[in-house]
């Protein structure tokens, strides 16, 4: 009588210790998050050798939710990258949840990797030429932005000599741009060629100044 009034007590008791351990699948995990600021599509991220691929949101300027396929068991590893940028962007983990795309399933509630993409911006400049060390004042601005570049020759340039410039900042791209001459150098009148575009994917190095004696 003893014995069968025991033996139910620890099955019991048995079933209850299993459950807390995770039996019956309560500890799988999932492993999602989000993506701020997709504009393009392309964007790929891999977690243990298993890839998604994110298209833009429906809304510009909503985050981008995604989840793998294969859930994680208590304790194991995860660690979300990005194998590949949306087209035109450039990503990285986000800056305010630094450890939140790689860890051990199971030591927070829920697997949420943050990440943030970027429009790229690229230079825009080309060559001058004709003026010396002594034509100095050139001053140049770009119309999409509040900058402005002083070109100032090298010493050694006596003669004029044609030298690459670069624009202060940079243009992001599909962001049209306009290189205007705000000030006239020292001696000599100076001219834009190829003055406009809209940035691509490269730096923009043919907005040439030439530069004539007055």
């Known amino acids: 009588m003893t014995f069968s009034l025991i033996r139910p007590a620890s099955m019991l008791a048995m079933a209850v210790t299993l459950a807390s351990c995770g ?5 799988d995990y999932t492993v999602g998050g989000s993506v701020d ?8 991220l891999t977690n243990n050798g298993t890839s998604i691929n994110l298209a833009p949101p429906a809304k510009a300027g909503d985050p981008v939710t995604f989840s793998f396929p294969n859930k994680l068991e208590y304790g194991d590893t995860y660690s979300v990258t990005v194998s590949s940028p949306p087209l035109h962007q ?12 790689a860890d051990t399933a199971g030591r927070l509630a829920s697997i949420n990797a943050r990440f943030e993409c970027f429009i790229n911006e690229f230079r825009i400049g080309g060559k001058v030429t004709g003026l010396t060390k002594d034509n100095t004042g050139l001053v140049l601005t770009n119309g999409s932005t509040t900058g402005s570049t002083i ?5 050694t340039n ?9 624009m202060a900042g940079s243009v992001p791209y599909n962001q049209t741009y306009g290189v205007t ?4 150098p020292k001696g000599r009148v100076c001219t834009v060629e190829n003055p406009t575009g809209t940035m691509g994917d490269a730096d923009v190095t043919n907005i ?3 530069c004539v004696p007055t």
């Open 23 to 27: 039996g019956g699948g309560d500890d």
């Open 37 to 44: 600021g997709v504009v393009y599509p392309g964007m790929v």
């Open 90 to 101: 450039n990503c990285r983990v986000h800056q305010f949840f630094p450890l939140s795309n």
């Open 151 to 155: 070109i100032i020759p090298a010493e």
């Open 158 to 166: 006596t003669t004029g000599a044609a030298f690459d410039y670069f």
């Open 181 to 184: 001459i705000v000030t006239q």
């Open 208 to 210: 040439n100044i030439n």
